[in-house]
């Protein structure tokens, strides 16, 4: 059954880093646009990242812009967010998606198969 699964997520203080990864099971990668998207307690998901199907475009939101970098090896069938300088409104738990559409875009409702999630939390 095709799955999407990630980790990575974990405890890490101000400042530091985590890198997580989205593993495709099932099927391939190569023609979906990958999201990554987060939920807060008490907050709505929101598009965090996106790179197209090559690998060839990327988009961030705002507030990652500077800090997170999107990346894919679909040989691999994996995609990665590595996540640098992480803020204490980082933590929620992130997930993956594959939309049909090979532009990235943060429309949640074109992206059909989505990951478990993985949680991030930044303390000190």
């Known amino acids: 059954q095709a799955q999407l699964v990630e980790s990575g997520g974990g405890l890490v203080q101000p400042g530091g880093s985590l890198r997580l990864s989205c593993v495709a099971s099932?099927?391939?990668?190569?023609?979906?646009?990958i999201g990554w998207f987060r939920q807060a307690p008490g907050k709505e998901r929101e598009g965090v990242s996106c790179i197209s199907s090559s690998g060839g475009s990327t988009n961030y939101a705002d507030s990652v812009k500077d800090r997170f970098t999107i990346s894919r090896d679909n040989a691999k069938n994996t995609v990665y967010l590595q996540m640098n300088s992480l803020k204490l409104e980082d933590t929620a738990v992130y997930y993956c998606?594959?939309?049909?559409?090979?532009?990235?875009?943060?429309?949640?409702?074109?992206?059909?198969?989505w990951g478990q999630g993985t949680r991030v939390t930044v303390s000190s």
């Open positions: 099932g099927f391939t990668l190569d023609y979906y646009a």
């Open positions: 998606a594959a939309s049909g559409l090979k532009r990235c875009h943060f429309w949640a409702a074109d992206f059909g198969s």
